[in-house]
């Protein structure tokens, strides 16, 4: 029975370039409600309430959130994280295009898409620990052969 090697730095590579994509994207979909619920508005006051619709909700779960990364599987973190972000927009998206602009709920789903950042506690425990692997590694066949 032969074992194929794994292309690790392939795998790797392609998971970072996802991850960045996501996070850019989220990232464009957060501005874009920013400065359309703004032009609307034309209110500081709203501006204010996008903020903390964005912070507040990592502020309260924040110290769970490196626990439950770490006690569940990282993979299904991640992605559960990231699908529900998917899903909150594509609710947004579908709204939009049916002219139904409530900024109330807006708000909302800003806040909900918030609580995605689950995520990114999963993907830095994902990556560290691959890390810290990989170094204990190189550090044990490096010390087997200055011996």
């Known amino acids: 029975m032969s074992v194929k090697p ?3 730095k392939k795998n790797v590579a392609l998971f970072m370039i996802g991850q960045g994509l996501t996070l850019f994207g989220s990232m464009l979909v957060h501005y874009a409600i920013m400065w359309h619920i703004t032009l609307q ?4 006051v709203m501006m204010t309430l996008i903020a903390m619709a964005g912070a507040l ?8 959130a490196g626990v439950w990364a770490d006690r569940y599987n990282k993979k299904y973190v ?3 994280a990231d699908s529900v972000i998917a899903a909150i927009t594509l609710v947004m998206a579908v709204l939009f295009s049916l002219e139904f602009e409530f900024i109330g709920l807006l708000l909302v ?3 909900a898409r918030a609580l995605g950042f689950i995520g990114g506690y999963g993907l830095k425990c994902h990556i560290k620990r691959r890390l810290y692997n990989f170094v204990y590694i190189a550090m044990y066949y490096n010390s ?3 011996r």
Do not use: A, E, Q
């Open 41 to 44: 508005t034309k209110s500081g």
């Open 109 to 111: 789903c800003l806040g």
């Open 57 to 64: 909700p990592m502020f309260f779960i924040s110290p769970f």
């Open 144 to 146: 087997r052969f200055v």
């Open 78 to 80: 991640i992605n559960i």
């Open 6 to 8: 794994v292309n690790w």
